[in-house]
């Protein structure tokens, strides 16, 4: 079984300013990792996904993350936040074998104008 | 894309009331759908997995008597609350993955349901 680890429970930025949360995942066997944002009282919508091959993903909203096998991280960063990043994130990957995912305990950000 | 969709998007109710909540995969055949619950500032804890024609697979912990599940269809998998207490209220969210593509291709998720038990 894998488990995920958000390091950082909130993250104040300034707009224009960049941004990094950061994810920590056990080692596995298979890896694929995801990211995922909430906006309040919404589901989870994906950010990105890192499956196989290039270790940096690019993501909608101007996000990126990058895989690194040796750190056993996939942070995500934008270079220059606005205030509608506002929001939680979720780092999640595979919880065992299967369909199961595991979250992280998720990253509040919150952008100040 | 995949859309995953959920309803109602919240629920007031008397305790001891039971409530049904749906999960509709709208552009695809999902043959597993996921229930999670998340409590205010709180990570997602998966309840239970849905399986089309089958019982449900309840995790560690949640109680099958109490929470419900039925997937009747290949789109529709619901999820109720029996007996509801105010220790019941929180928000519900459903996922679901494409079945057509590998094991790790991502889950869509529905729009949650925020239940409040008075």
């Known amino acids: 079984a894998q488990s995920v680890t958000q390091l950082d429970s909130q993250v104040p930025v300034f707009e224009e300013a960049p941004v990094e949360l950061r994810c920590n995942y056990s080692?596995?066997?298979?890896?694929?990792l995801f990211w995922y944002v909430q906006y309040p009282n919404q589901g989870l919508q994906l950010l990105l996904k890192?499956?196989?091959?290039?270790?940096l993903v690019k993501g909608i909203n101007g996000f990126e993350a990058e895989f690194n096998k040796s750190q056993t991280s996939f942070h995500l960063r934008k270079p220059s936040v606005h205030i509608s990043d506002t929001a939680e994130y979720f780092c999640a990957g595979p919880k065992a074998a299967g369909n199961k995912l595991t979250f992280g305990g998720g990253t509040r950000v919150l952008v100040k104008p | 894309g995949a859309v995953v969709s959920q309803h109602p998007s919240r629920v007031i109710c008397k305790s001891g009331t039971s409530v049904k909540i749906e999960c509709r995969s709208l552009?695809?055949?999902?043959?597993?759908m996921f229930w999670y619950r998340q409590f205010p500032k709180q990570s997602l804890m998966l309840m239970a997995t849905?399986?089309?024609?089958?019982?449900?697979?309840?995790e560690q912990g949640v109680e099958k008597d109490k929470f419900l599940i039925n997937h009747a269809s290949l789109t529709l998998s619901t999820l109720t609350v029996t007996s509801a207490h105010p220790e019941d209220s929180s928000f519900y969210i459903c996922?679901?993955?494409?079945?057509?593509?590998?094991?790790?291709?991502?889950?869509?998720f529905g729009d949650g349901t925020r239940l409040s038990i008075l």
């Open positions: 080692s596995s066997v298979s890896v694929y």
């Open positions: 552009d695809f055949q999902a043959t597993t």
């Open positions: 996922s679901a993955r494409d079945p057509k593509g590998t094991e790790n291709q991502p889950q869509h």
């Open positions: 849905s399986n089309e024609g089958s019982k449900a697979t309840y």
């Open positions: 890192y499956l196989s091959g290039s270790t």
